[in-house]
């Protein structure tokens, strides 16, 4: 801090400080360090399934907030339905990265599992919807996973959009929480560790899949 100082003066004294340039690269500095930061789910047994994922979504948010145009809470839903869906039918799903589009790799949806077509999003769209009835042509089965507040939106333009009854709806904290519950066959004790099974598969997309250490979640 002694060294930095004297260069400040240093400078100052040729004229060419520029105190909010200086001021600029730090904050952009303080910011990376937090963004590095991976997310944290905190007291695992003191809270439900749903709480848990309410709460890294929520951070995900935040962080969006502060990044403009980096889709943390799309990448986290993404790769957590991924994860559980690993889990569930091990080396039969197939994984891409967040960003890519659909229609880059041709497929229906983000994940194909039998006849049903999974479409996870934060953000519901009649773009969505007219994916979902194209899904129907092809004789598969489409399934919207998006963020609980939406899903009240996604029911609506899928009545708008004629497929209401023909179509699941569900919210990531209910499609991610059945099934770790079922797994753990609704015992505490066996619950946080079928959580640690479940944030280990997605820790392991995300290396696979992103490479951005900041998308990782960490147990305290």
Known sequence: MEAYVHWLNKIHGMGLLDLEAIERYWIGEVEKFFHAKPFKIRELSAHSVEAIVSDLLEEAFRRQQRSAGTMYA????????GAKLEL????????HPAAEADDVSDRPGDFLVEDASIH?????????VEKCTANL?????????????????AR????????LSRIEIQ????????NINEWSGFKASARTGEIKRL????????DA?????SLRIELR
């Open 74 to 81: 799309g990448t986290l839903l993404q790769h957590l339905v």
């Open 88 to 95: 569930k039918w091990p080396g039969r799903v197939t994984h």
């Open 120 to 128: 996870v999003t934060t953000s519901p769209s009649d773009t969505l």
């Open 137 to 153: 042509h092809q004789g598969c089965r489409p399934v919207i996973v998006t963020v609980e507040d939406s899903v009240g939106h």
């Open 156 to 163: 609506t333009i899928a009545k708008r959009g004629g497929i």
């Open 171 to 178: 919210s990531a904290q209910q499609f991610l929480s059945s």
């Open 199 to 206: 944030v280990a598969k997605y820790n392991e997309l995300i």
């Open 209 to 213: 899949f992103e490479g951005d250490p």
